[in-house]
């Protein structure tokens, strides 16, 4: 149980275009989503916090209106990278975990690798 | 200081050797404790939880010392596929899930 499915999973694309990312719990429901990036050989930095219903919550230094996040459903976040340019090629994946789970761990999405050439 | 921090690493052991890996974590109202691997350009995977008493899974054990906010993975018998980055987790009522910036482990031939 407690999968979350990412896609897609490799997107090559041209600098200027705008970029979507699904995230999907497929056996649960999920009330909090969270997105993170990695650049190569780097630890994994939260960028916002998903949440249905309401806004998402960005973290410190992360443009809200570069990085879309539209949390539309219990069981569906998206984020969308608006006119992306080379440095925003990285690994970007979500997780979550079931509503009302308290202190149970995050299951984390294939994530998605984004090459911007 | 960062909200948790890890051995710098890399660790490179031997098949068979037994490694420890540590964590601290700056937030003393944190609630649970997770180790992640993460395989190069995967994403992180759950290992197990860390329960206050210590807790065992085959050859990983972790401890959590809440005193000292510090918690442990020790992996005996180091095995080739325990190559990758171990990742320490620490929340707070599953409202903040934060990182530690990992340490690598290389198990060599």
């Known amino acids: 149980g407690a999968v979350v499915s990412q896609h897609p999973s490799w997107v090559i694309c041209k600098s200027g275009t705008s970029v979507k990312i699904e995230c999907r719990s497929l056996d649960f429901q999920a009330t909090t989503m969270f997105w993170y990036r990695q650049f190569p050989k780097q630890s994994l930095m939260l960028m916002a916090t998903?949440?249905?219903?309401?806004?998402?919550?960005?973290e410190q230094g992360v443009e809200k209106d570069k990085f879309l996040i539209n949390h539309a459903s219990l069981t569906l976040s998206t984020l969308t990278v608006t006119s992306a340019h080379p440095e925003d090629s990285s690994f970007y994946i979500c997780?979550?975990?079931?509503?009302?789970?308290?202190?149970?761990?995050?299951?984390f999405g294939d994530g998605t690798r984004l090459s911007i050439l | 200081r960062k909200e948790v921090e890890q051995d710098p690493g890399p660790f490179n052991v031997p098949e068979g050797a037994t490694v420890a890996f540590n964590c601290t974590y700056s937030n003393s109202a944190s609630q649970s404790f997770f180790w992640y691997r993460q395989d190069c350009r995967k994403e992180p995977k759950l290992l197990m939880s860390?329960?206050?008493s210590g807790n065992e899974d085959g050859r990983f054990t972790a401890q959590l010392n809440r005193a000292s906010q510090y918690i442990s993975l020790l992996i005996r018998d180091s095995k080739l596929s325990d190559s990758a980055t171990y990742l320490c987790v620490v929340t707070n009522y599953g409202q903040n899930f934060v990182f530690g910036p990992g340490t690598r482990l290389s198990v060599l031939p």
């Open positions: 998903s949440n249905e219903g309401s806004k998402a919550t960005y």
């Open positions: 860390v329960y206050s």
């Open positions: 997780s979550a975990s079931p509503t009302g789970a308290g202190n149970q761990p995050q299951h």
